[in-house]
């Protein structure tokens, strides 16, 4: 998939806001071990360039095209995050990328599921300033079915990086998919996870939307979740508020949509 100075990447997107502070340039890598029901860029899924989605790019290639928006990393505090597909697949061509924009004073971020061995982790962590792991379901055999594999690897991962010495910032995410992991049962069980971590600033709640459906088809696969609706944003914050209520002092917030990248 990699061969360490290069890699097969998705796309560049600039001024992001929701991938982390500031304005961001988000690097969206291609390639993921997982197969979400819901997944908004299934084109990111392979790792191979296919049907026109996807670059080959080396890493000084994309340290020069993220370097172009230094001056308003510079103003909004913003930086570079590294998404997916899983970026963590990639993680010498990652590391390379990653490594260059600290050397330059770029804040660092990754978009992960975590669902990648640990060494890769390793190569990662202690180049980063924040980490973005989405949480798609507590109970790992549900977890299987809705994702392709449990969450043993990405729970054990996530304790790693919590108990590590590397002073990243935490942040989950939870897609949130009516009718699937949307029930207070399921988001209790999320709760105790992240209230378990110490490393935690926040909590996200991702809406569930459709905006990549169109996208299977270009692929000619069935998108499963035909039947499942795009939830109201009052939905969306009562789910928040049921959070809330729970009594744990995290900070939760509605964010933009679920996206790739976990
Ligand atoms: S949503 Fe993220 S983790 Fe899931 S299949 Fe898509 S790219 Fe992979």
Redesign the pocket.
């Known amino acids: 998939m990699e061969t360490g100075n290069k890699g097969v990447i998705l796309c560049l997107e600039r001024t992001s806001i929701h991938d982390g502070q500031g304005l961001r340039v988000v690097l969206f890598m291609k390639g993921?071990s997982?197969?979400?029901k819901w997944?908004?860029?299934p084109e990111?899924?392979n790792a191979v360039v296919e049907k026109g989605y996807g670059r080959i790019i080396t890493v000084d290639q994309a340290v020069a095209e993220i370097c172009k928006d230094e001056i308003f990393f510079f103003h909004s505090g913003g930086g570079v995050t590294v998404s997916?597909?899983?970026c963590l697949l990639q993680p010498d061509f990652v590391a390379g990328v990653l490594g260059e924009c600290r050397r330059r004073g770029i804040d660092t971020a990754v978009e992960t599921?975590l669902f990648a061995p640990w060494q890769n982790v390793e190569k990662i962590l202690p180049l980063l300033n924040t980490i973005f792991v989405?949480l798609k379901h507590p109970n790992g055999k549900i977890h299987k079915n809705l994702?392709g594999a449990d969450n043993s690897v990405i729970l054990a991962n996530l304790k790693r990086i919590d108990q590590s010495d590397f002073p990243v910032q935490l942040h989950l995410r939870i897609p949130l998919i009516p009718g699937i992991n949307d029930g207070d049962e399921v988001l209790s069980e999320a709760l105790s996870i992240a209230n378990s971590l110490k490393k935690l600033v926040e909590i996200e709640i991702l809406p569930y939307h459709r905006l990549g459906v169109g996208t299977y088809a270009k692929l000619e696969r069935s998108y499963e979740l035909e039947d499942v609706k795009t939830p109201s944003r009052e939905y969306i914050v009562g789910r928040k508020e049921f959070l809330e209520k729970q009594g744990s002092n995290i900070r939760i917030k509605v964010g933009g949509g679920c996206t790739?990248?976990?």
């Open positions: 993921c997982l197969s979400c997944c908004s860029t990111s899924q997916g597909g899983e599921s989405d994702v790739a990248g976990g």
